[in-house]
């Protein structure tokens, strides 16, 4: 069967050692289509977007040490149902006091996501605000292209409208036609910083930062592992883009095999369309993501409706939110999985807020604290325990390590193949511990 969080966590955690783990859920809240659908198409009147927000941190020795968020966005139409991850971004205190393997949790993260249930979100869902007819941010028929995508543009950087009508609704396996195999996929955009969650903590000269080639190669491996875990191997595309490198250079240095088990991966993106298409309608709008707000900034510059995929996506790596020569990446993966996603999370694992306030405000206790010493990130562990206790009379998930310490692989001379090396040279590593 489907594994719980914790045991899926615990498999990754080394033994011996105990963590424990803030999972935040927001509430489902209707919201705009994530791609600007053409203005001609009539597939968007029944297209239903729902968007859900997940916060994962985890702490060991009562310290913050990792934080991860990623929104879920479902899309519920006449032709095929579609769950998307979207990861947001990941990150690390650096004041973990023992070796993780921040990669292999991040991947059961992932995992954890991918298993679960879509008719989960859809039990209690916020619609969108019911907006009046002198309403200047709806989109009419009568509303003009330009003025439409200026509107969108703006939506961008908005989260979800606050809502008027807190009438919820919801869905249930009949509404979506009986069908369990939705299309799942997962996007994110790989750009190396010194904090996104852990605010101050780069000052921190223990924590490990990736530089934008090992970035990518460390999310490569993931969501790889992924491809080649739990997506059915006869039915998905994966796809790395690296924006201002062209497809043959993109494919030699990244795709050639080394990095990747699966045969699936191709240089391009999920999103469809051709380098002379326009970028608008094609280039999906999330929170906080450099792509999104490059397409706002093409709007602002009435640009918007010339600019084609080729000149995006080159004009994209130019930006000045890129630091000289960093390379980032688009990655993405569409497909069916494996095994019916049909896990209900249970209460003990995770944590859904009755409302975005209650989220943010909660989120805010691990993400709004300063880093730059280890007092943060005990304060921000003391603070979150002690308010979900005395306020929810909820804890958090505690969690027992199950991983066996790990064997050191001999250095490899670089002529040899890895697949090449005898297991009898394998060591058992200097400090692993003497079996008690
Ligand atoms: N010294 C030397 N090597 C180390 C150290 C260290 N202190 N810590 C980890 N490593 C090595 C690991 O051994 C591993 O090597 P291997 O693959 O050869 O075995 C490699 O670095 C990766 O280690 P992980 O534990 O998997 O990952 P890491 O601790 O580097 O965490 C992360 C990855 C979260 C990206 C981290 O680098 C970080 O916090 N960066 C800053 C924020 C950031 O850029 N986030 C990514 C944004 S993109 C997005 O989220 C969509």
Not at 179 to 204: E, H, M, Q
Request: glycine share 6%.
């Amino acid at each position: 069967g489907t594994h719980t969080l914790d045991e899926l966590l615990a498999s990754v955690l080394p033994r011996g050692h105990d963590f424990e783990l803030l999972h935040l859920q927001d509430e489902p809240a209707q919201t705009h289509d994530i791609v600007t659908p053409m203005p001609t198409t009539q597939e968007r009147a029944d297209t239903l977007t729902v968007k859900i927000q997940h916060f994962f941190t985890l702490f060991h020795n009562k310290k913050a040490v990792f934080a991860l968020e990623i929104y879920v966005y479902l899309t519920l139409s006449s032709l095929h149902n579609t769950k998307l991850i979207f990861v947001s971004k990941a990150d690390t205190s650096g004041y973990c006091d023992i070796k993780l393997r921040m990669g292999d949790i991040t991947k059961v993260f992932l995992q954890y996501l991918i298993s679960v249930d879509p008719l989960h979100y859809l039990r209690k869902v916020k619609p969108l605000r019911r907006v009046n007819d002198h309403d200047e941010s709806l989109i009419r028929k009568g509303t003009s292209v330009e003025r439409s995508l200026r509107i969108l543009a703006v939506r961008v950087d908005l989260s979800p409208h606050p809502c008027q009508n807190t009438d919820k609704f919801y869905i249930t396996r009949n509404d979506v036609g009986g069908d369990t195999n939705w299309v799942t996929k997962i996007c994110l955009f790989t750009r190396p910083a010194d904090d996104y969650l852990f605010i101050g903590s780069s000052k921190n000269a223990k924590k490990h930062k990736l530089n934008g080639d090992q970035l990518l190669k460390w999310w490569m491996k993931i969501i790889d592992g992924l491809v080649c875990t739990d997506f059915d191997p006869n039915n998905v595309s994966a796809r790395l883009r690296v924006p201002g490198e062209d497809t043959g250079r993109v494919s030699r240095t990244y795709l050639n095999g080394d990095l990747t088990q699966s045969n699936n991966w191709q240089v391009g993106d999920i999103f469809g369309g051709t380098g002379n298409d326009l970028a608008v309608f094609h280039v999906p709008l999330f929170p906080d993501d450099p792509k999104s707000r490059f397409i706002r900034h093409l709007v602002q510059e009435n640009r918007i409706m010339k600019t084609n995929l080729k000149t995006y996506w080159m004009e994209l790596q130019e930006r000045q939110e890129f630091k000289l020569s960093v390379i980032v990446s688009v990655i993405g993966v569409e497909g069916h999985t494996k095994k019916i996603p049909d896990y209900l999370p249970n209460d003990r694992e995770i944590f859904i807020c009755s409302s975005r306030r209650q989220f943010r405000y909660i989120r805010s206790y691990v993400a709004g604290e300063e880093y730059d010493n280890e007092e943060g990130t005990l304060e921000s562990y003391v603070n979150v325990r002690d308010y979900l206790e005395l306020r929810y009379s909820k804890k958090l998930l505690k969690l027992s390590g199950t991983r066996e310490p790990e064997i050191r692989k001999p250095v490899v001379a670089s002529t040899t193949k890895r697949s090449a090396i005898p297991v009898t040279l394998l060591q058992p590593r200097k400090k692993a511990k003497p079996a008690k």
